[in-house]
Structure formats: C-alpha cells, structure tokens
C-alpha cells in the first residue's frame, strides 16, 4: 500500500485525501460542463461541489469518531486526523447532500436538476475514492486463498481488495448513468435516486466480504452499513411512487 503518496517538504499528500479531492474534481467538471444545457452557472456546480466536499468530509469522519472509534473523542489532534484515514461515507453523504440541497435552494435552481447532473459524473469520483482508500489500506477484507496482503494489519494474510470491488462496482454504474444522461425520465431527480439505490445494493453485498472492524449494529446481526443501505433503499422506494403518483400526468422531459 501507498498511504502517502508522496511528500512536499514536511508536508505528506495522503493517497485518500488526494483521491478523494481527485474524484470530486472529476466529477464536477463534468456536471459543470453539462450545466449551461439546464441553463445554471457552471461555477454555482463548483461552489455546491466545494460544500459537498467540505461537509462530507466533516460528516463522514464524525460519523467515524461516533460509530467506530469513540475512544478518539477524548484525543482531539487524533479526533481530526482525517489523514490517517478513517470517514463513514453513508454518515458523509446524508450530511454533504443535505448542506448541497440548502445551497441549491438557495440559489433558486432545481433540487431535482442539478441532482441529475452530478448522478452521471460522481459514480466516477466514487471509484477514484476508492482506489484511494485501497492505497491507504483501510476498509479491507476478509482473508482468502487469494487476495492483497495489507502491510497495515502485518500478518500477512492475502484478503479480498474490496475496496477495488467497489470502485469496479462505481465505475460501472458512471458508464451506465453517463450512458443514460440524455435520456427521458418521469421526474427530475429520478436518476440520482437510481443512483443511490444501485450504490445501496453494492454496498449492502460488498459489506459481507469486509473484515475490518466496522463497529456493532442491533439490526439482524449485519453491518451498520447494511442496515442504513436497506432502510435507505425503502425510503427511496416510497419516494420514488410518490414522485411517480404526482407526476403521472406531466409530461415526460428530458435532460439534454
């Protein structure tokens, strides 16, 4: 593994860190691009990216200190050290998509919208995330007769590289919503949502393959992630025949 990737002075560029900012990069650029098509700013996509960015990261790791490392409350420099790896993405993104939907509104666009735009480009900066994340060495699996040796653990036992698997995964739902941009849908926001539901059913198989030690669920005996992934996915769903029930009579409209 290559947690840091390499040093400026003093100063070390983390692999996670540097992929993740890689990723929304990435992402933004081409939901800007897309922008002026759905007649919005390109740089309001740049500056909600930024808050996404910037509340997600505070999320996901606070979501870390409360669910898996509590112990870290009482270290503060520890506590912030985002560095060393550490964030629950789930946590991450309800915080980083509803700080976005308050941006959104107040700017007055279309929460549904400028949710399309970025359901055809973030899967991509997903992926990259995750290849940061194999790099840094977190979020491994379980071990195998095959597999990615983790220096981090130092048994030197071959795992499933399941962060690899999801960033497959990630790169294959890009290619199938990119594919999809221009195409019609019953609602604004309907791929976002088809999105998120895909992303919840990867997650929700994946988790059985980790090993790393992901903090305790009540729900079924399985993962705090795979509780959040299938209550995630119902509310979706009745979401989803609500907007469909309302908008039965509108006419069909398509992203360009």
Sequence with gaps: MHPVLLRIGWFPVNAYGFFIVLGLVAAATLASLRARSRGLPPEWIWDLSLIG?????????LGYLLFERPDLLSNPREAIAVWHGGMVFYVGLLIGTVCVIRYIRWRGMS???????????????????RFGCFLAGCCYGAPASWGVTFP??????????????????????????????????????????GYLASYAVVRFLLEFLRADDRGG??????????????????LLGVADLATRSRSSVAPVVAIR
């Design 53 to 61: 960015l910037v509340t997600g990261v505070v999320g996901g790791r």
């Design 217 to 234: 669920s009540p729900f079924l005996g399985l993962s705090p992630s795979q509780g959040v992934a299938l209550l995630g996915l119902a």
């Design 111 to 129: 929460i549904g919208v400028v949710l399309d735009l970025f359901a055809a480009s973030l899967p991509l900066g997903h992926a990259l995330a």
């Design 152 to 193: 981090v653990l130092r048994d030197g036992t071959p795992r499933q590289p399941t962060q690899l698997y999801e960033a497959a995964a990630c790169l294959a739902l890009f290619g199938l919503f990119w594919a999809l941009r221009n195409r019609p849908r019953r609602y604004d926001g309907r791929h976002f949502v």
